[in-house]
């Protein structure tokens, strides 16, 4: 007779219970992987990113947000210094990324009042009128839940748009929004 059938019920029940409760951690790119093909796959990627929670960051724990909230989370990502301006540095360095590689606009169409920073209100107008947010509002709805953003997270860790990202993709998505 095995160790495991000489405990008595209640605590095999509770080992059990205990540990189909575990949250999976995600910390490794084996984590994501879950079909084990070395490489993950938009459901994958969709639940690793709920599971982890990233969305409450963007969404100050509700669901699902507005098109000025996504801006807002935007915005708040590129301002790495956190002072509520983006310098040409600061909007250069993701914007692309947000945008799946169709935003072309340059940081200066952006700066308005051509004082080399980007303020929330110039940030806001353009963002907003660029109809950014239906890129990642897949329903239509005007709103984007947490799954709609983890879809759009998906295609931006997916650097070469094969439709699946790879452990370097998942480490350079990790490390460019200071996931850990």
Known sequence: ?????????????????????????????????????????RNEFVQGYTALSYFDEWSDHKSP???????????????YNDDFMLTSDEFSSQINLFYFGL?????EAWDDDRDKRVGRAEFDRHIL??????T??????KLISE???AGGMFYVS?????????DTE???WKESREIR
Request: proline share 2%; charged share 25%.
């Open 1 to 41: 007779m095995t160790t495991i059938a000489r405990l008595p019920s209640g605590i095999l029940l509770m080992i059990i219970v205990t540990s189909c409760a575990a949250p999976k951690r995600y910390v490794a790119f084996a984590d994501w992987d879950a079909s084990r093909n070395s490489t993950v796959e």
């Open 65 to 79: 947000i507005t098109y000025a909230e996504m801006a807002n989370g935007v915005f708040s990502s590129l301002d």
């Open 103 to 107: 935003f072309h606009d340059r940081f």
């Open 129 to 134: 009128a660029s109809k950014f947010a239906l």
């Open 136 to 141: 990642w509002d897949t329903n239509g709805d």
């Open 147 to 149: 799954r709609e953003m």
């Open 158 to 166: 997916d650097a070469n748009s094969d439709g699946k990202v790879t």
């Open 170 to 172: 998942l480490y350079e």
